[in-house]
T-cell receptor, first 111, second 111 residues
Framework: SQQGEEDPQALSIQEGENATMNCSYK?????LQWYRQNSGRGLVHLIL?????REKHSGRLRVTLDTSKKSSSLLITASRAADTASYFC???????????FGKGTRLHILP | DAGITQSPRHKVTETGTPVTLRCHQT?????MYWYRQDPGHGLRLIHY???????DKGEVSDGYSVSRSKTEDFLLTLESATSSQTSVYFC??????????FGPGTRLTVT
């Protein structure tokens, strides 16, 4: 079964607004990653947050991690049309050979 | 894309025929992964490799086999394709504890 579950499944916002999507997972993890996928393309890594970190920033992206609630959020500030994509979280447990992806959130930025 | 290519990029085949998809990397990554992506299911791991000739099953391995005879190549074989294997297949490389790099995908249609 998949480890991460994103919420909402789909999100439409106006350009310039902030977009927030969430990821919940079931077991203890060592890190959590967020990826973006533009239509018809492969996934691109956005940011990685370790289990001992609570918040991380990269440009217009802000990721938080709450290990007590087993959840993470991805905030995209001042959204742009180019942010239209699907966003996936992925989790890794120590000594595991693989990461597990969630089903993703489809983000649509309206002009 | 960290030097990852997939071939073919598109393929249409008939039920019951064997199909082999190829993933090629130039970054000398030890780990390589095959995923399939279907609407409503996100990315699901089929098989992965942690070294030459070292492979293991993912969550949806039935009907698929893999081989890795060289560091740079990871082959995914559908021994007898079925319509349920119509999907987009992605290859990825990179250690599970860090970011993964994805290929452009192969769109497979089984008629």
């Amino acid at each position: 079964s998949q480890q991460g579950e994103e919420d909402p499944q789909a999100l439409s916002i106006q350009e310039g607004e902030n977009a927030t999507m969430n990821c919940s997972y079931k077991t203890s993890i060592n890190n959590l990653q967020w990826y973006r996928q533009n239509s018809g393309r492969g996934l691109v890594h956005l940011i990685l947050i370790r289990s001992n970190e609570r918040e991380k920033h990269s440009g217009r992206l802000r990721v938080t991690l709450d290990t007590s609630k087993k959840s993470s959020s991805l905030l995209i500030t001042a959204s742009r049309a180019a942010d239209t994509a699907s966003y996936f979280c992925a989790t890794w447990k120590n000594r595991d050979d693989k990461i597990i992806f969630g089903k993703g959130t489809r983000l649509h930025i309206l002009p | 894309d960290a030097g990852i290519t997939q071939s073919p990029r598109h393929k249409v085949t008939e039920t019951g025929t064997p199909v082999t998809l190829r993933c090629h990397q130039t970054e000398n990554h030890r780990y390589m992964y095959w995923y399939r992506q279907d609407p409503g299911h996100g990315l699901r791991l089929i098989h992965y490799s942690y070294g030459v000739k070292d492979t293991d099953k993912g969550e949806v391995s039935d009907g698929y086999s893999v081989s890795r005879s060289k560091t740079e190549d990871f082959l995914l074989t559908l021994e007898s394709a079925t319509s349920s294997q119509t999907s987009v297949y992605f290859c990825a490389t990179g250690p599970p504890s860090y970011e993964q790099y994805f290929g452009p995908g192969t769109r497979l249609t089984v008629t």
